[in-house]
């Protein structure tokens, strides 16, 4: 037998609405709060230093604050230069001639007794050759060896969303997108399947990718990034399940089933003593605004009638019956929605 549902556009301002609107307003208060602090602290318990900004680089010997150090092990001659990145710069034989400079926004590097050199676009190999050649042209050195070392980098790609630490990260070599998160210390557990990269100066659409429990299908996400890409982490669903229910909850979605109304109801541990499941409701948000959505969850317990799927950001609200005993578990689930008890961990 098909389950009837009755949907009608909830007044913007009714005062019979109040539970809607203090549950549209404490919930996603209360997720952001802990989404934010997932974001601000890893899992170890050390806070995460936003990513730095500082001024144009000058081109002359300079001592910036590196953007983003180095790793010393790591092959650095595929990195392509640009205009902020701090190079150390090694003359064999010529110390007098060794340099600590920064990439300035004309992509140019002041070196002793030869001036500007421009590096910008280069690679770091290339780059030496380069320094090297306007050494021997202008019959400086005899047999030039010079040696450069990135200390900063100023462009990468760039991590946004739902990852523990955001920020620039270096491409060195064949970059792939799980060494991106390697290095940013993994998703939150907040995260979404979704990943969008856009890539720089491209005309093309962003890029999407699902990542997934299934290892072998993880691995097709693993694609290759390149520097002056952007990549966001998306942030997973959330179902909420409020009134008349032992644990008034928000749970982060997953790929890996279908929500429904029942399978919700379990989630937060059941009915309370005073539900009234023939008048449970469904607050969904739509373009056209909130919508509610009567659920015969009575009948649905019962198998009279299939259980009712769930979409992402969907309120269950069950009603307490009427009664002295029912105002007074109101109470109580007003106060853990103010202090944001309800929303107490994941189901994934």
């Known amino acids: 037998m098909k389950t009837t549902l009755y949907s009608k ?3 913007s301002r009714s005062p019979r609405h109040g539970w809607l609107r203090s549950v549209l307003i404490a919930f996603p208060l209360m997720v952001g709060v802990q989404a934010m ?9 050390a806070p995460v230093t936003p990513a730095s900004t500082y001024p144009e680089a000058s081109g002359s010997p300079a001592a910036a604050p590196p953007a983003m150090t180095a790793v010393p092990s790591v092959d650095q001659s595929h990195y392509i230069l640009s205009p902020g990145d701090v190079l150390e710069i090694s003359v064999f ?29 280069l690679h770091v190999e290339n780059a030496q050759g380069v320094v090297e050649q306007a050494y021997l042209k202008d019959g400086v050195l005899k047999f030039p060896h010079v040696s450069i070392v990135v200390t900063s980098y100023s462009s990468g790609v760039l991590l946004m969303g739902e990852v523990s ?19 940013a210390g993994g998703t939150t557990p907040s995260a979404g399947q979704v990943i969008t990269i856009t890539h720089k100066g491209s005309t093309i659409e962003p890029q999407t ?21 952007t990549i966001i982490v998306s942030k997973a669903g959330v179902l909420y399940v409020v009134g008349e229910v032992l644990a008034p909850s928000g749970f982060l979605m997953d790929e890996k089933g279908q929500y ?18 023939s008048k449970a409701r469904i607050v969904r948000r739509t373009p056209e605004g909130e919508k509610e959505i009567l659920v015969p969850l009575d009948k649905i317990l019962v198998s009279k009638l299939p259980d009712v799927a769930m979409q992402a950001n969907d309120i269950l609200f069950i009603p307490p019956s009427k009664g002295k005993q029912a105002a007074s578990r109101s109470i109580d689930v007003a106060v853990a929605l103010a202090s944001g ?3 107490y961990g994941l189901s994934r």
Request: charged share 15%; glycine share 8%; proline share 7%.
């Open 9 to 11: 556009t909830v007044p």
């Open 37 to 45: 602090q997932a974001q601000t602290h890893p899992a170890n318990g």
């Open 93 to 121: 034989n010529a110390p007098d001639l060794s340099q600590r400079v920064v990439v300035n926004s004309a992509g140019n590097i002041y070196m002793p007794l030869i001036n500007d050199v421009h590096v910008a676009g």
């Open 165 to 183: 630490k955001t920020g620039i990260y270096p491409i060195v070599g064949a970059g792939r997108l799980f060494d991106i998160f390697a290095e």
């Open 209 to 229: 990718l699902f990542l997934t429990s299934d290892p072998v299908k993880s691995l097709e996400a693993n694609v290759a990034v390149q520097q002056g890409d």
């Open 260 to 277: 429904t109304v029942m399978k919700v109801v379990a989630m937060a541990h059941g009915l309370g003593k005073f539900a009234k499941p």
């Open 341 to 343: 008890v309800a929303y």
